[in-house]
């Protein structure tokens, strides 16, 4: 999981995260082509899921100290708390594009208050 492995990992070392790991647009190339290799909508979706939830219990094993700590990530510094409400930033671009892309499509999502 790309995430704990290239991102967590660096934080649980109190070591400094590389700049960049990898190319984004091979990442998302890479990312496409499995969606597309003929893996079910359900089955992606739930790959996504259990992803989430291993990093959820991993998250919550981790020492109430890092939480605040702050980790060099490329040139910035940021907390655990900051780096996760990136991801959470970066979910939510992808669910409005999602979003976007269906009401396009003439398919509208009901909204789920959370």
Not at 1 to 18: G, Q
Not at 43 to 53: G, K, Y
Not at 76 to 94: A, N, Q, R, V
């Amino acid at each position: 999981m790309f995430v704990w492995d290239e991102r967590f990992s660096y934080f649980l070392k109190s070591t400094n995260t590389p700049p960049k790991i990898g190319d984004v647009e091979e990442i998302n190339k890479n990312a496409a082509h499995e969606a597309k290799s003929g893996i079910s909508k359900n089955a992606l979706i739930d790959e996504v899921i259990e992803c989430r939830l291993v990093l959820s219990r991993k998250l919550q094993e981790l020492p109430n100290r890092m939480w605040e700590e702050k980790f060099q990530l490329g040139h910035s510094w940021i907390t655990l708390c900051e780096y996760i409400k990136g991801m959470i930033e970066h979910d939510d671009h992808h669910k409005n594009q999602i979003e976007k892309f269906l009401l396009n499509k003439g398919i509208e999502l009901f909204k789920q208050e959370v």
